[in-house]
């Protein structure tokens, strides 16, 4: 089985993608490889902070690597949380539940509830660099509903679905999201006969 490392720490990502890849591949986590270090995620875009993420690992560990980027655009914020989503609250720090709180704040009142969940991957094989996206465009709910999954699933609706991520549940969510929309597209390129 050919094993790739998924740049990430974060538990629910490792848990979604190892689910969406199955066993074409082993998925390793950076605590799997001995990286513990918090890469920097400088760059201004989605795609720039994956890229960091796969060519730290590559240059550092010379494994086949990819990383991804997740940004919450909303219409009514001008593309805000947008790079900034997972520290949207604390520049310094992942605070799930303060990220929620703050967007339901700036968003009160506003009939303008449109937003795109957007994921980028940087894949790096054999030193080839390669990007994919994922899009999902939805509203956000007035309040939480829901109990599963993680990060804003309780406040973001997919189209079509009447119903936030959390309420979907994670099944439906790992077929329907921008990052399984990602992942599908990494899959294709890395099962492609």
Avoid: W
């Avoid at 513990?36 to 494994?63: C, F, M, Q, S, W």
């Avoid at 520290?87 to 709180?101: C, E, L």
Wanted: aromatic share 8%; hydrophobic share 40%.
């Amino acid at each position: 089985m050919k094993q790739l490392v998924f740049a990430t720490n974060n538990a629910h990502k490792l848990d979604e993608i190892r689910a969406m890849v199955g066993n074409d591949f082993h998925i390793l986590s950076l605590a799997d490889i001995d990286c513990h270090t918090d890469i920097p995620e400088t760059a201004d875009t989605l795609e720039g902070n994956a890229l960091i993420k796969a060519r730290y690992v590559y240059e550092n560990y010379g494994l086949d690597c990819f990383a991804d980027d997740t940004g919450l655009e909303v219409e009514a914020l001008g593309g805000a949380p947008g790079v900034h989503t997972a520290r949207y609250a604390y520049p310094d720090r992942h605070d799930p539940v303060a990220n929620t709180r703050k967007l339901l704040a700036e968003l009160e009142g506003n009939a303008n509830r449109r937003a795109a969940f957007r994921t980028a991957i940087a894949l790096i094989q054999s030193g080839e660099e390669h990007l994919f996206e994922g899009r999902v465009d939805g509203l956000i709910a007035t309040e939480e509903r829901g109990t599963e999954g993680f990060g804003y699933d309780p406040v973001f609706i997919p189209e079509d679905t009447g119903k936030t991520f959390a309420e979907l549940g994670v099944d439906v969510k790992n077929q329907i999201s921008h990052r399984a929309r990602a992942v599908q597209r990494l899959c294709q390129y890395l099962l492609q006969p």
